[in-house]
C-alpha cells in the first residue's frame, strides 16, 4: 500500500486520474509538506519525501517539478512556485522579442518507505507562450506550450494535458518500478 502526499487539490486530482487504470484506487494523503528551497530538483524532492514520511510513517510518493526558461538560464527551475506566486502571467513577459522562448519541464516523483528513497524523473521540452492561454492546469501550465504542439498546456482538456505532460512519464516509471 502507498500513499501520494500533497496539499495542492490540482495535484491531487491529476495524479488521481493519471493512476486511474491502476489496479486499486490512489490511496491519497492531504498533508502539508515543508518544502526545501534549492535550484537541485532532486534535491527538493528527495527532502519532501523524507519529510513526508516523517509525517506519515508510510510508504508514499510525493511529486515535484521545475520550469527552467532558456532565456532566465535555467530559472526558475523547482523555485516555479515562488517565481509564479510573485510575478503570475508577467512571467512571459520577461523574454524580450527575437529572443528564444525555449523552456523545458522536469517533473520528479519521489518514493519513500522509511528504508528506500528512488526518484522517477520525467521531462518535456517547450517554450513559453507571449501571452497566457487557457486556465487548465496549475500555475505556468497556461504559459507553456510543449514541443510540437500549438496550445499551451493550459488549453488542453486534461487528458490531453496529462498525456503529453512530464508528469506522467514520472509516473509511469514510478509505477513500472514498483509493480503498481
Given at each position: 500500500m502507498?500513499?501520494?502526499v500533497?496539499?495542492?487539490?490540482h495535484k491531487l486530482?491529476?495524479?488521481?486520474?493519471?493512476?486511474?487504470?491502476?489496479p486499486t484506487?490512489?490511496?491519497?494523503?492531504r498533508?502539508?509538506v515543508?518544502e526545501v528551497?534549492?535550484?537541485?530538483?532532486?534535491?527538493?524532492?528527495r527532502?519532501?519525501?523524507?519529510?513526508?514520511?516523517?509525517?506519515?510513517?508510510?510508504p508514499?510518493?510525493v511529486?515535484?517539478?521545475?520550469l527552467f526558461?532558456?532565456?532566465?538560464?535555467?530559472?526558475?527551475g523547482p523555485?516555479v512556485?515562488?517565481?509564479?506566486?510573485?510575478?503570475?502571467d508577467?512571467?512571459?513577459?520577461?523574454?524580450?522579442?527575437?529572443?528564444?522562448?525555449?523552456?523545458?519541464v522536469?517533473?520528479?516523483?519521489?518514493?519513500?518507505?522509511?528504508r528506500?528513497?528512488?526518484v522517477?524523473?520525467?521531462?518535456?521540452?517547450?517554450?513559453?507562450?507571449c501571452e497566457?492561454?487557457?486556465?487548465e492546469?496549475?500555475?505556468?501550465?497556461p504559459?507553456?506550450?510543449p514541443?510540437g504542439?500549438?496550445?499551451t498546456?493550459?488549453?488542453?482538456?486534461?487528458?490531453e494535458?496529462?498525456?503529453?505532460?512530464?508528469?506522467a512519464?514520472?509516473?509511469?516509471?514510478?509505477?513500472?518500478?514498483?509493480?503498481?
Open positions: 502507498v500513499y501520494f500533497s496539499s495542492n487539490e486530482e491529476d495524479m488521481a486520474h493519471g493512476w486511474k487504470d491502476g484506487p490512489l490511496r491519497v494523503l498533508l502539508e515543508p528551497l534549492s535550484s537541485d530538483l532532486d534535491i527538493v524532492v527532502e519532501k519525501a523524507l519529510a513526508a514520511y516523517r509525517l506519515a510513517l508510510v508514499l510518493f511529486e515535484h517539478g521545475g526558461i532558456e532565456h532566465l538560464n535555467g530559472f526558475p523555485l512556485r515562488p517565481f509564479w506566486e510573485r510575478l503570475q508577467r512571467i512571459c513577459g520577461l523574454i524580450p522579442p527575437g529572443v528564444s522562448r525555449a523552456a523545458w522536469v517533473q520528479k516523483v519521489c518514493y519513500c518507505d522509511g528506500t528513497l528512488r522517477y524523473t520525467g521531462s518535456i521540452l517547450g517554450e513559453i507562450a497566457r492561454r487557457g486556465d492546469g496549475t500555475h505556468w501550465e504559459m507553456f506550450i514541443a504542439q500549438t496550445r498546456l493550459g488549453q488542453m482538456p486534461r487528458d494535458r496529462l498525456r503529453c505532460s512530464a508528469s512519464e514520472a509516473l509511469h516509471a514510478f509505477r513500472s518500478d514498483i509493480g503498481l
